[in-house]
């Protein structure tokens, strides 16, 4: 019958047991091997991050990175397994049984009943028993490596958590004063100023009314145009920005007016379309309505990421982009770059949007400034374009409708093109020039040549 | 069975091996690997290919054994014109008592417990193959007769290899069947002293019977009884394997200079005469060591060079020897 030979067990255990020490020993060697590596490594990262103003959490990643590393490759390497045949030679050879370690290893873990086997394990156990496996794998010291290791992961730490590096300071501060200044804006108007408020809704309640005051007394063209004025003033009150609401308003959207300013908008309008109202109120409210729609307008387009900012000025800097900024509306205008030929063809041109009611920037882009891609063009697709026209445009080509040396000069002429002083998303309304105020003896001459008479 | 007997028997073997082998060391002299070789092939049931240049003992080598253990000898000087009827013996025609006439079987020298087969080589191929049957399957038949040799059956085979004209060299089939191909080597200086004041004083010196058949069949059968570890036994098939040019254990030299390499019967050989080192240390198992001890003899004669091996006079020591080295124990 079949059986474990009994000095087997006393075998095994003492080949598992020179297996571990065996294994502790090559591990600790490697270990200490590789330990002051990893250690000088996160130095090494810890300098640089602390240089390069990286945040502290890289430096301590790597600390943290490098000893969990050694600290699996400990782990895995120490777990208890099967001792294979390859491990039980070469404990057999390195504690000088001549292979009876291995052979005996090998039959231990087999069953039978074979005298000669059983001799074999007998005499193997008795010689396992009288090994100092200890004494043979001797653990490994190391106390420079340990030393070592110890005295730079700590330094790593040091250098992680001490004061930060130079360029981390100066790239904090902006952040910060963004956001200080972003804190210590004013609070947003979220109306209008309380006696303009109060005289609008009089105003209102006069026109439901019938278009006569509380004395009932009709109100006068003059105080129209006088309150027509106190509304074109709210352009320079606080709040305001750049004569428009501020957009952070608190409640309102990018591009909506507050509700209270709708709604008095929405009642002026109302009061401007009351048949029972003179001509001149009705213009007086529908102007009013007006103005107030405009002034509530919120700008989105102003960055406010200072990031944005930096790349707007920096996109200022490239090679079309000449002037600083935008001084007058001329000047950010119209930068034409048209087809030199005379067929015209596929002509590029880029313009800024003088659309008032869009409220977009002009920007730069193939095409013209477009809502969407305006300010997104890519300089190196607006130097090839300019590229290509110059050289067509110096070319010498008539093109068949080409009649008259005179036209032909005109399109052979340096058509340099240039476009100068547009600023991508610079362009501001409230910087715009508002049109000559006409005189005040000829409003009323005005005002009858532009209304429809009833 | 018990551990005790095993380990007693163990003793006993190695005992009478060790007296085997100073024995015959005390006529031969300078030859103690060889002697201890012959023995183990003796004991393992094989038969040895003695090979070097006239003069070195190889046939006192063989008359010491059968002196010392008492053993039927004979000894066969191969020639070119010996027949096989000469080796294996031949039908007579006998008269009888009663004056009729019979044939009777006449015993060659094959019927010998060790029979010496000087310079196989000069032999015909057809003589050679007459040793086939007898050293395979200890018998020999002679027409429709099947004659069984005595056992302890042990062929020791010499031949001269510088001698080359006029001989035929063994076929394939006749050297794998020998267990060992053994080199005897020049003696040195010193052995040399030895050999001439034991040869040319007026006596001789005489050695002792120190073992028998029954006792050389009895260490036969311990030695088979011997454990070898799947591992080590792995090895030696590692080796005979790594001997084939088209195995992935074959190194460099095997794969450019051997056409065909060494049979079953090497890893047959390899762990039986293991075994037998391992008694011989007084151990019940088998080695890796007791394995790369016995791989010269028992694999080179079962490497066939092929054409650039032969051109380049690559020995087969060096490709085991190579091999050896290559094989991951």
């Known amino acids: ?454 | 069975m018990t551990p005790t007997a095993v380990g007693e028997s163990i003793e006993q073997f190695r005992e009478r091996f060790v007296r085997i082998t100073q024995e015959v060391g005390r006529r031969i002299v300078g030859h103690e690997e060889v002697v201890n070789l012959t023995v183990t092939s003796l004991v393992a049931g094989g038969h040895v290919l003695l090979e070097g240049i006239p003069g070195v003992g190889k046939t006192s080598l063989v008359h010491t054994l059968a002196d010392v253990l008492h053993l039927g000898f004979s000894r066969i000087q191969f020639t070119p014109d010996l027949m096989p009827a000469d080796i294996v013996g031949t039908n007579i025609v006998q008269e009888g008592p009663q004056g009729g006439t019979f044939f009777e079987f006449q015993r060659g020298p094959i019927f010998a417990n060790v029979v010496l087969a000087d310079e196989i080589n000069r032999a015909t191929p057809k003589t050679q193959s007459a040793l086939l049957e007898a050293m395979q399957d200890i018998s020999v038949s002679v027409g429709r007769t099947t004659y069984r040799l005595d056992e302890p059956f042990l062929v020791l085979a010499t031949q001269n290899p510088l001698e080359m004209e006029g001989t035929y060299p063994l076929p394939e089939a006749q050297l794998d069947r020998f267990f060992f191909k053994l080199k005897v080597l020049y003696p040195s200086e010193a052995s040399m002293h030895d050999i001439l004041e034991r040869t040319t004083r007026d006596a001789a010196t005489p050695v002792s019977r120190v073992a028998d058949g029954p006792a050389i069949l009895e260490m036969r059968h311990v030695a088979r009884s011997v454990a070898i570890a799947r591992p080590v036994q792995a090895y030696a098939i590692r080796l005979t394997l790594g001997s084939h040019p088209d195995s992935p254990y074959a190194t460099a030299l095997v794969k450019r200079y051997v056409r065909y390499g060494a049979s079953p019967r090497a890893a047959q050989a390899l762990v039986l005469a293991a075994k037998i080192q391992a008694l011989n240390r007084g151990q019940a198992f088998v080695s890796i060591d007791d394995i790369r001890a016995v791989a010269l003899p028992a694999l080179r004669h079962r490497i066939l060079l092929n054409f650039e091996g032969e051109a380049d006079e690559v020995s087969t020591d060096t490709i085991v020897n190579e091999l050896l080295a290559g094989v991951a124990p």
């Open chain 1, 1 to 454: 019958m079949a059986r474990m030979y009994p000095a087997g067990h006393v075998v095994r255990a003492g080949v598992a047991r020179a297996d571990r020490l065996r294994r502790s020993r090559e591990t600790a060697r490697r270990l200490w091997r590789a330990a002051p590596i990893a250690a000088a490594l996160s130095v090494a990262v810890a300098g640089t991050s602390r240089w390069a103003g990286w945040p502290v959490l890289v430096p301590l990643g790597a600390v943290a990175l490098a000893g969990a590393s050694l600290v699996g490759y400990v782990y895995s390497t120490r777990r208890d397994h099967a001792v294979s045949d390859v491990a039980a030679a070469e404990i057999d050879a390195e504690a000088g049984l001549g292979g009876e370690l291995r052979s005996a290893h090998w039959f231990s873990e087999r069953e039978g009943q074979n005298p000669w086997i059983d001799l074999h394990l007998g005499r193997a156990a008795e010689r396992v028993q009288g090994i100092d496996w200890a004494q043979l794998y001797p653990a490994v010291r190391a106390n420079r490596a340990k030393t070592a290791s110890a005295v730079m992961a700590l330094g790593a730490l040091v250098l992680a958590l001490s004061v930060p590096g130079r360029i981390g300071i100066q790239a904090r501060t902006p952040a910060t004063t963004t956001t200080a200044a972003r804190t210590q804006r004013p609070s947003s108007v979220t109306s209008l100023p309380p006696d303009l408020q109060k005289e609008l809704e009089a105003l209102l309640k006069l026109a439901e009314s019938g278009g006569t005051a509380s004395g009932g007394k009709a109100l006068t063209a003059s105080e129209l145009r006088d309150l027509l004025a106190r509304i074109d003033k709210l352009r320079g009150m606080p709040g305001l920005k750049d004569g428009k609401l501020d957009p952070n308003t608190p409640g309102s959207k990018p591009g909506e007016m507050p509700g209270d300013l709708k709604a008095l908008t929405e009642r002026l309008k109302r009061a401007s379309e009351m048949g029972s109202l003179s001509p001149e109120l009705k213009d007086a409210f529908a102007e009013a309505a007006q103005k107030l729609a405009d002034a509530s307008k919120t700008q989105p387009t102003s960055p406010k990421d200072p990031q944005e900012a930096l790349a707007a000025a920096d996109a200022q800097k490239g090679p079309a982009g000449e002037s600083k900024s935008p001084g007058s509306q001329e000047e950010n205008s119209v930068k034409a770059v048209k087809d030199a030929s005379a067929g015209g063809g596929a002509g590029v041109v880029m313009m800024s949007s003088q659309e008032a009611s869009s409220g977009k920037d002009p920007g730069l882009g193939l095409g013209g400034g477009s809502a969407q891609n305006s300010g997104r063009g890519r300089m190196a697709d607006l130097g090839a374009a300019l590229r290509k026209e110059t050289i067509e445009a110096k070319t010498d080509n008539p093109g068949e409708n080409v009649e008259t040396e005179m036209r032909r000069n005109t399109e052979r002429g340096d058509a340099t093109v240039a476009y100068t002083k547009v600023a991508p998303r610079a362009f501001e309304r409230g910087r715009s020039s508002a049109p000559p105020a006409v005189p005040e003896g000829r409003r009323a001459a005005v005002h009858s040549y532009f209304t429809r008479k009833q």
